[in-house]
């Protein structure tokens, strides 16, 4: 069963209420996000899973308005356009080597799975965390200071309190709303690759 955007979100099977009620909302306040917040939600990245305990995970985010317009300038124009309101900016980044020097085939998975924990926890804390690909990566390693031959800038991530959607552009103010998700169907089987797929 699938649901339009902007329908209500309602799991085809149970689950806890924090998975449906997760999204990436583009309004956001200038209510700041508090250093305690900010200490929760990179508490719960800290716990999330990885390949033997690596933890290959770091997070570079800006609260101060110097930090705050370096980050934002790094973000495409479609996201300058709503993530400037945002009170916080962050980029989540993957060491790409174990501890040992070895390559690590598992970091981008685990640091994955770090972002999503911090993206539950701004939801338990009444915040919204929205996750963006839209950046220039070539210059991120510059700015941001990452060895590109140890790391991967894998995302940005806007940080706050949802506001208006009447403050969005038109474009993005009719996509302000959760949207859906393909069936369990589409993506889980039994055994081998579907033929339709391969």
Do not use: C
């Not at 995970?57 to 370096?70: E, F, G, K, M, T």
């Not at 939801?123 to 590109?148: C, N």
Request: no cysteine; glycine share 6%; hydrophobic share 35%.
């Amino acid at each position: 069963m699938t649901h339009p955007p902007g329908a209500a979100r309602i799991p085809d099977a149970p689950v806890d209420p924090q998975f449906p009620r997760r999204w990436s909302p583009r309004s956001f306040t200038a209510e700041p996000v508090t250093q305690d917040e900010l200490r929760s939600l990179f508490e719960a990245a800290r716990w999330a899973p990885s390949s033997g305990n690596e933890q290959p995970w770091i997070y570079l985010y800006a609260n101060s308005p110097d930090d705050h317009r370096r980050f934002l300038d790094l973000l495409d124009n479609g996201n300058q356009s709503w993530a400037f309101r945002a009170p916080v900016l962050a980029f989540v980044i993957a060491r790409q080597h174990t501890r040992k020097g070895n390559p690590n085939r598992t970091a981008q998975f685990d640091t994955g799975s770090s972002w999503m924990s911090l993206a539950l926890q701004a939801r338990r804390l009444g915040l919204y965390a929205h996750g963006m690909a839209g950046f220039d990566v070539d210059r991120s390693y510059h700015v941001l200071h990452v060895p590109r031959d140890r790391y991967s800038v894998m995302a940005a991530i806007a940080i706050g309190h949802r506001g208006d959607p009447s403050v969005l552009a038109e474009k993005n103010r009719v996509r302000e709303s959760p949207n859906s998700r393909n069936p369990v169907s589409a993506f889980a089987f039994p055994g081998v690759m579907p033929e339709e797929l391969r």
